[in-house]
């Protein structure tokens, strides 16, 4: 480790001490996350430390609130170790997904937990500073609903459609969000959203929730697929998301080959006389409920459909070989119907082909990835705060 100077130029070991506590702390944070209890001989041995120390780390973490002593155990011979448990409730932050039909809000304790949510429904065409109004209100909204009183927030995530660049401004954006590239979150949010905002785009941030809170969580390598009114990618490689060197990882290619998946769908939603104009949101829900329903036609164009996206994402599945890719978003909703044609169809053009699996996140899914967003934020200012 590198030391720090004193004045006079020699070592600060002050200095060095404070930084090894913090580092110390931060490491047994992870391991109280991840395990119901732990004994202090037990975390000395997980963060690789002396058991003294390990007792001052625990004994330090008890001060501020971050862990809970527990009763000891029942039943053991001498004297019981000290047993702890990581003290979720000590914080919380907050994740919102701004959409072109909702901007949702939901706050999470310090394990990813949501404990409260509040929804606010918007349209595509609203300007944005109307929208930018929407997700003030969602947050007013959620830190009044009756599940949130007492929370204390330190952290606010934001997932958005568009490319999103390090500092937290959407850099571009599809036609779907009216005015909305340029948009600068950490600024436009300072008055209204606790602590600092961290920003990331909505389909990146739903593929962190689901290989972190979902289906995905034993997955080293995967793709997610968002199915919903638009398609989306998201890449997550050796057990992290993986953005890109812009941001931009997983952003679809014009006249790749994406649309004649939805134009199936918009062709027999139109040729069976239904009402309103046809949209890919409409078309999909119409098709999957007839499906569902025993519709044979709406069956082959449901499988048809699942068919034409599997082969517009053979060429990622060949680059990228992932363990699984997750279907998500809300035509995932239609289960086997879609996933099993799909996969088949997998099979048939990659030579090693992923597992597929379908979202258990749902519409949540890029509001619980802003929510761990922000809790990776809080993890790193408390891994480099100073003493």
């Not at 004045?7 to 913090?22: I, N, Q, V, Y």
């Not at 053991?76 to 979720?88: I, L, S, T, W």
């Not at 919102?96 to 409260?116: E, F, I, M, Q």
């Not at 139109?270 to 499906?291: D, F, I, K, L, Y």
Request: glycine residues 12%; charged residues 20%; proline residues 5%.
């Amino acid at each position: 480790m590198r030391s720090t100077r004193s004045p006079d130029g020699g070592s600060d070991r002050s200095g060095d001490a404070s930084l090894l506590r913090r580092l110390n702390a931060a490491a047994a944070l992870r391991v109280l996350r991840e395990r119901t209890e732990v004994t202090v001989p037990e975390l000395a041995a997980l963060i690789g430390v002396s058991r003294p120390t390990a007792q001052d780390v625990a004994a330090q973490l008890l001060r501020e609130g971050r862990v809970v002593e527990l009763e000891p155990g029942a039943g053991n011979v001498g004297r019981p170790a000290r047993r702890f448990r990581f003290r979720a409730e000590a914080g919380h932050v907050l994740g919102v997904d701004v959409g072109a039909h909702k901007v949702l809000a939901l706050a999470a304790d310090l394990l990813g937990r949501t404990v409260a949510s509040h929804r606010v429904t918007v349209t595509p065409e609203l300007p944005a500073g109307q929208r930018l109004d929407a997700v003030r209100a969602a947050i007013r909204g959620l830190l009044a609903e009756p599940a949130a009183a007492g929370i204390r927030p330190l952290a606010t995530g934001v997932g958005s459609s568009g490319m999103v660049d390090r500092a937290g401004r959407v850099v571009t954006v599809s036609d779907s969000l009216p005015g909305w590239s340029g948009m600068d979150f950490p600024a436009r949010l300072a008055d209204s959203a606790p602590g600092a905002v961290v920003v990331g785009n909505d389909i990146q941030l739903a593929t962190l929730a689901e290989c972190t809170a979902g289906v995905g969580v034993d997955l080293d390598d995967c793709l997610y697929l968002y199915i919903g009114n638009r398609l989306g990618i998201g890449v997550w490689l050796h057990g992290r998301l993986h953005r890109g060197h812009h941001g931009a990882a997983g952003e679809m290619v014009a006249d790749d080959g994406w649309t004649v998946p939805y134009q199936r769908l918009l062709d027999w939603f139109a040729g069976h006389g239904s009402e309103g104009a046809p949209t890919r949101e409409n078309a999909a829900h119409a098709v999957v409920t007839a499906a569902a329903a025993g519709d044979r036609g709406a069956a082959y164009t449901l499988r048809a459909f699942a068919e034409a996206l599997a082969e517009s994402l053979a060429r990622h599945v060949a680059v990228l070989d992932p363990q699984a890719v997750v279907l998500g978003g809300g035509i995932s909703r239609a289960g086997a119907l879609l996933s099993e044609p799909f996969a088949a169809r997998l099979a048939e053009l990659c030579p090693c082909p992923p597992a597929v699996r379908l979202s258990v996140l749902g519409e949540e899914s890029a509001a619980i990835g802003a929510a761990r967003l922000a809790l990776q934020q809080v993890d790193q200012v408390d891994e480099v705060k100073p003493a």
